[in-house]
């Protein structure tokens, strides 16, 4: 199973980027997905989560009501919609597939099991 994820690049605050997350080997319809990123020297954090049948989406609140999380099963790919990109948010952001089909999972790390080689998004102020 390989994850990847792009859309990333350098752009400047109040912005907008896409991120796409990509799968081969792996069909994503039963799982649920996360977006998770890490910037220098922090440690890996959660971003946004969105159930396996696209019934429930939840978000950091540092991200809440700039980023969606959305899903296309025809496409097998996951995006990221980012709006009103801040300097903060300049991070290496990765996707990943949840355990477990079908089911519950949380925002934590530990609850994902593929994850993607990620793509860097840097925004300048």
């Known amino acids: 199973v390989q994850l990847q994820a792009s859309g990333g690049g350098l752009v400047q605050a109040g912005d907008s980027l896409r991120l796409s997350c990509a799968a081969s080997?792996?069909?994503?319809?039963?799982?649920?997905m996360g977006w998770f990123r890490q910037a220098p020297g922090k440690a890996r954090e959660f971003v946004a989560r969105i159930r396996w049948d696209g019934a429930s989406t939840y978000y950091a609140d540092s991200v809440k009501g700039r980023f969606t999380i959305s899903r296309d099963y025809a496409k097998n790919t996951v995006y990221l919609h980012m709006n009103s990109l801040r300097p903060e948010d300049t991070a290496v952001y990765y996707c990943?597939?949840?355990?477990?089909?079908?089911?519950?999972?949380?925002?934590?790390?530990?609850?994902?099991?593929?994850w993607g080689k990620g793509t860097q998004v840097t925004v300048s102020s």
């Open positions: 080997g792996l069909t994503f319809t039963p799982y649920g």
């Open positions: 990943a597939v949840a355990k477990g089909q079908r089911t519950y999972f949380s925002s934590t790390a530990g609850d994902m099991s593929y």
